[in-house]
């Protein structure tokens, strides 16, 4: 989505990740024959999941994405399989033993070495903790307060995200897997697109002068990034370790960084390579 935020606005990407995504996946399971929500209990989890995972997590990530350094900013995001261990092991008592426990580490130290800078990397390796502190917090607004920092922003949203995630098991005791996810991100991103249109009115203004890869970009971000993808791991979620699942997040700098190389000539150094590896 690089390339579509600057002729649109991350907050219109937000909602577009969200609503025409839901209605497919509505529709998908619809011709299914899966079960639609029909009690009380249903449509509220249903709103309560679209409030937590889908207008909180993408509202925040807007947020953090318009103020936020992209190394750090990824790094907080991305981090938020250990929130999910911590909440998955008090509420569910999910237990991930000492590999685990190993794996998650792993998971973080690879994603440092990804996507801090380097001048950042150097200073934590030669314990210069002021060099890796003035890296890593470059671009930060320091004088602006807690709200206009992207930094907290970007960390409600990996908190949501990771409250999203354990909570779907529960969603999923009164609402069909796929049904919860179409309505939690077509529910969860009406208000996104509501604020949008009422305080973006420039962004509506020029939709007729997007080009055709950009065009591509949101159909490819809407459809395969978030109905595709959020419909395959709320369904897993559902049933397997939340822990694990939530483990293959770590996974998406590394594709990231792949496709920025073939799509976008984007490079990585040596230090980046060996963050992915591992």
């Given at each position: 989505m690089k390339t579509v935020l600057p002729a649109t606005s991350p907050l219109f990407v937000a909602s577009v990740r969200l609503v025409p995504a839901g209605a497919v996946l509505i529709a998908w399971a619809a011709l299914n024959k899966r079960p639609w929500p029909n009690t009380a209990n249903a449509w509220a989890a249903i709103a309560l999941f679209g409030l937590v995972d889908g207008t909180m997590f993408q509202g925040f990530l807007s947020e953090g994405l318009q103020r936020t350094s992209a190394g750090l900013g990824s790094v907080i995001i991305d981090s938020q399989p250990l929130t999910v261990a911590v909440l998955a092991s008090v509420i569910y008592g999910e237990t991930?033993?000492?590999?685990?426990?190993?794996?998650?580490?792993?998971?973080?130290?690879?994603?440092?070495?990804?996507?801090?800078?380097?001048?950042?990397?150097e200073g934590l390796f030669h314990g210069d903790a002021a060099t890796a502190i003035a890296a890593i917090t470059s671009g930060v607004d320091a004088e602006g307060g807690l709200w206009e920092s992207g930094e907290w922003w970007m960390l409600l949203a990996a908190q949501s995200m990771a409250v999203g995630t354990v909570m779907v098991r529960w969603v999923c005791k009164y609402v069909d897997p796929v049904m919860a996810t179409g309505w939690h991100m077509a529910l969860g991103g009406v208000p996104l697109l509501a604020y949008s249109v009422i305080n973006e009115p420039e962004v509506y203004s020029r939709l007729g002068e997007l080009t055709g890869n950009?065009?591509?970009g949101l159909v490819y971000t809407s459809m395969l990034g978030s109905a595709l993808a959020y419909g395959a791991f709320f369904y897993f979620a559902s049933r397997g370790s939340l822990t694990k699942l939530s483990s293959l997040t770590f996974l998406t700098p590394m594709f990231a960084a792949l496709f920025g190389y073939i799509l976008l000539g984007e490079t990585l150094d040596e230090v980046q390579l060996a963050g992915a590896l591992v």
């Open positions: 991930i033993g000492a590999g685990g426990v190993f794996g998650l580490f792993l998971g973080v130290v690879g994603l440092l070495m990804l996507e801090l800078p380097r001048e950042a990397l950009e065009v591509g």
